[in-house]
């Protein structure tokens, strides 16, 4: 059963930053292509950013130059370093996982975590 927590949602002023954890259990997380999701209120679930099990990033269009996503490998935890937030960041973030070799939907998924950016 592979298990996703993440960790270091709130409540930020614009232009400021927050980080987000995910741990993760109950896998070999090496064999993990990683990423984070969100969803605004009315709106769809959209992919933020990915990393692949050896590191390499991908990003959405409306957070490049300001996330930064990672994973640390020994403590089974990827990371999204969120800088210069706008409102329109204001979400709930998810983690998710797939293996590697799966090109599909993202199979296993964490419960969320509230960001909200105030203007």
């Known amino acids: 059963q592979v298990q996703l927590v993440e960790s270091g949602g709130g409540l930020v002023q614009a232009g400021g930053s927050l980080r987000l954890s995910c741990l993760v259990s109950?896998?070999?997380?090496?064999?993990?292509?990683m990423a984070w999701y969100r969803q605004a209120p009315g709106k769809q679930r959209e992919l933020v950013a990915g990393v692949t099990r050896r590191g390499s990033t991908s990003f959405a269009d409306s957070v490049r130059e300001r996330f930064t996503i990672s994973r640390d490998n020994a403590k089974n935890m990827v990371y999204l370093q969120m800088n210069s937030l706008k409102p329109e960041d204001t979400a709930v973030y998810y983690c998710?996982?797939?293996?590697?070799?799966?090109?599909?939907?993202?199979?296993?998924w964490g419960q969320g975590t509230q960001v909200t950016v105030s203007s």
């Open positions: 998710a996982g797939r293996w590697f070799y799966d090109t599909g939907p993202y199979r296993y």
């Open positions: 109950g896998s070999i997380f090496s064999d993990l292509t």
